[in-house]
């Protein structure tokens, strides 16, 4: 009797082994399928990993990128809603919601649900993640100088982050904070000298300091890179074609 009891231990774990050895090939699978923008694809195959290793963390979260990004949002929110019963103190399960409602207009609850992920400690890259949608939330609800501490605590975890001084760039043009808005622009430039949009932006911050001279220098800039709104600025504001 002991001798087949061992033996069943060594099926149970080798079966165990080759369930979650086809589950990792799986969510591999989903991620590749997600990268080439089949997400219904990388739908069956995040199911499939589930199939094989049921509550997997990160199948779970891809199964909820993939419905989120084919925009069936009441789908994503049914996988939401279970994984968050097997894993209720996960703060991504609660930043994946907050991007649905985010997406679906419902801002205020996004906010509740970042918050409530924030709470939960997450790690570094998550953090800024979940700020970054956060700060996205109080833009569209107006919520200026909410956001603009936000995208301050981004750049705090993550300084070389181009995105979020264009951004905050946006929210200081906002808030009539020119001088700020052109430093941050002038920062995401230093970061990377080929985009046209943070030539444009800053050119209009110019624009409102009354530096006319060093605005039409951006957004000729902006032009000869093919940014087609800087080439009709340079037309109406710079006398120049």
Partial sequence: MPRILSLF???????????????????????QKIKEKNYKGAA????????????????????????TLMEQ???????????????????EFFYRKGIVYNLTGEHEKALAEFETSLEKKP?????IQI?????????????????????N???????RNINVYTY??????????????????SKAIDLDPRSASSYYNRGMSLLKLNEKQKACADFLKACQMGYLNSCKIVVAECNTR
């Fill in 153 to 159: 605590k981004v750049i705090e975890l993550d300084p």
């Fill in 73 to 91: 949002y009441s789908e994503a929110l049914k996988w939401i809603a279970s994984a968050q019963e097997v894993h209720p103190d996960n703060p």
């Fill in 9 to 31: 231990a060594i099926v149970f774990i080798i079966t165990t082994e080759i369930s979650a050895q086809q589950s990792n090939e799986l969510v591999a699978q989903g991620n």
């Fill in 131 to 151: 700020l970054l949608n956060k700060a996205s939330a109080e833009f569209k609800l107006e919520k200026l100088n909410e956001a603009l501490t936000d995208y």
């Fill in 168 to 185: 905050r760039g946006l929210v200081n043009f906002r808030l009539n904070y020119y001088i700020d808005a052109v430093n941050d622009y």
């Fill in 44 to 67: 069956v195959d995040f199911m499939g990993a589930l199939n094989a290793k049921p509550n997997d963390t990160i199948a779970l979260s891809g199964i909820i990128k993939a419905y």
């Fill in 123 to 127: 790690y570094n890259d998550l953090k």
